[in-house]
């Protein structure tokens, strides 16, 4: 058998094989190979489909998805001699750039702030469109902004129904205790939909190139991530987690869509658990010394140790690091490491110490200054993340988005009749 240039359907591992099977040295998956159809890629070019008949038996058949490249010594189909390509498809990388400046956030925030003041938090739906447009703008991938077109309008009727919401449960909490249950379970009830239309709806106006993103409208899907399973924590004592969470955020990228092309996860639930070791044993071990210190304290027994009294401000600030730097910055890079499209893959390589460090500094810088520099502090941390993302791939950013523009329109019609609101989330 000829020697064939191909592209693995799982990893994008590129592979030379001479033989009817192979498995792929990067992911260890199993590649068959068999004759009748072909997706040929010459060095410099674009995909060509079945170039020409061969003879029976000699040419393979990639596995779905796989693409397949038999090159001849004169570098075009037909050759008697067929030899690997000279130079196989290069492989690209793009980098985001963030070129937002505290000077230019500072001017929309503090508009912003003041009309929220004097509109009594009405003006909050506007403010909040303007903010994602000019963070859209500067956000930069291959020289090409995203955009950001909701309608406040429609984010206010959201809103407005979630305000309701918190109205009748306080009431009810306050005057009617025994309904107050009922309200809470109808809104858990509720929240698998609310939580597909917020997506739906970011999703919908959100473009990168004219192209719309899109997001699935699977509710059964949502339900059984978002309540069914989650019911599993308590019986497991929370080890399951770590699983519900890889679920969920699987659910949440598989069903998001670029154009026609849709997004792929492969992070395993290892990573996950891997990850979140940290809160896992540590979790227990600050729940019980807050109870050995509350039942003593209760008992009227003094402390074995003065600063044992301590414990309770290290369990705080140990919590609010694992739940607002350590895990948010963890997950993020397994999510994003882990996530793909078409042949391109995406790859976020946040630091904890750096992450922790930026963190500190803003809190102290915003709290002395009474708030000023929080446009200052909002873009240096939107800086660092976009210096750590990067996408890398075969066939740059034009493979995934020149095939998307013929089926973007009656999608984004049917879809945009489905909208009409958004819960903020």
């Known amino acids: 058998m000829a020697l064939v240039y191909i592209i693995c359907p799982h990893c994008r591992n590129e592979l030379l ?3 009817d099977e192979h498995v792929c040295g990067r992911c260890s998956s199993r590649i068959v190979l068999k004759k009748g159809q072909y997706s040929h890629y010459f060095p410099g070019n674009t995909p060509k489909i079945d170039p020409g008949p061969m003879e029976a ?3 393979p058949e990639p596995a779905p998805g796989c693409a397949v490249s038999d090159v001849p010594e004169n570098g075009a189909p037909g050759g008697s001699l067929p030899t690997p390509p000279a130079q196989p498809r290069c492989r690209e990388s793009f980098s985001f750039r963030f070129t937002a ?13 003041l009309l929220r003041i004097v509109s009594l938090g009405f003006y909050s739906p506007w403010a909040k469109v303007r903010r994602r447009r000019y963070f859209y703008a500067n956000t930069l991938l291959d020289g090409a902004p995203f955009d950001y077109l909701a309608d406040p309008l429609a984010i206010l009727k959201g809103w407005l129904i979630a305000g309701a919401f918190v109205v009748v449960y306080s009431v009810c909490n306050r005057s009617y205790p025994a309904v107050a249950p009922f309200v809470a379970m109808f809104f858990s009830g509720v929240y698998p939909w609310i939580l597909v239309r917020s997506r739906m709806f970011n999703c919908f106006n ?5 192209i719309r993103f899109r997001f699935t409208p ?3 899907g949502a339900y059984r991530e978002f309540l069914w399973m989650p019911l599993l924590a308590i019986p497991t004592l929370g080890l399951i987690i770590p699983y519900l969470l890889w679920r969920q ?14 997004f792929s996860f492969d992070a395993t639930p290892r990573a996950f658990y891997r990850l979140l070791a940290p809160v896992l044993a540590v979790v227990p071990v600050m729940i019980g010394s807050l109870v050995w210190i509350g039942l003593a304290a209760k008992g009227g027994k003094p402390l074995a140790h003065p600063a044992l009294a301590l414990v309770p401000v290290g369990t705080f600030f140990l919590a609010y690091f694992l739940i607002l730097v350590y895990v948010p910055t963890v997950m993020a890079n397994v999510v994003w490491s882990g996530t793909s499209i078409g042949g391109l893959r995406f790859s976020l390589n946040l630091k904890v110490r750096e992450v922790t460090w930026i963190y500190l ?5 915003v709290v002395f200054t009474l ?20 996408v890398s791939g075969i066939g740059g950013l034009d493979s995934v988005s020149a095939g998307e523009r013929q089926e973007v329109g009656a999608a984004g019609e049917e879809i945009g009749d489905l909208l009409g609101f958004d819960f903020g989330l």
């Open 17 to 19: 094989v001479d033989g």
């Open 57 to 59: 038996g000699s040419g």
């Open 101 to 113: 400046t505290a000077k230019e956030y500072f001017g929309i925030w503090i508009v912003n702030t």
């Open 206 to 210: 959100s473009t990168y190139r004219n």
């Open 218 to 220: 699977d509710y059964k």
């Open 249 to 262: 955020k699987r659910f949440l990228v598989e069903n998001t869509h670029f154009g026609a092309a849709s």
């Open 361 to 365: 500094s803003n809190i102290v810088s």
């Open 371 to 390: 708030g000023l520099l929080a446009p200052w502090a909002a873009v240096r941390m939107a800086r660092y993340r976009f210096e750590r993302f990067t």
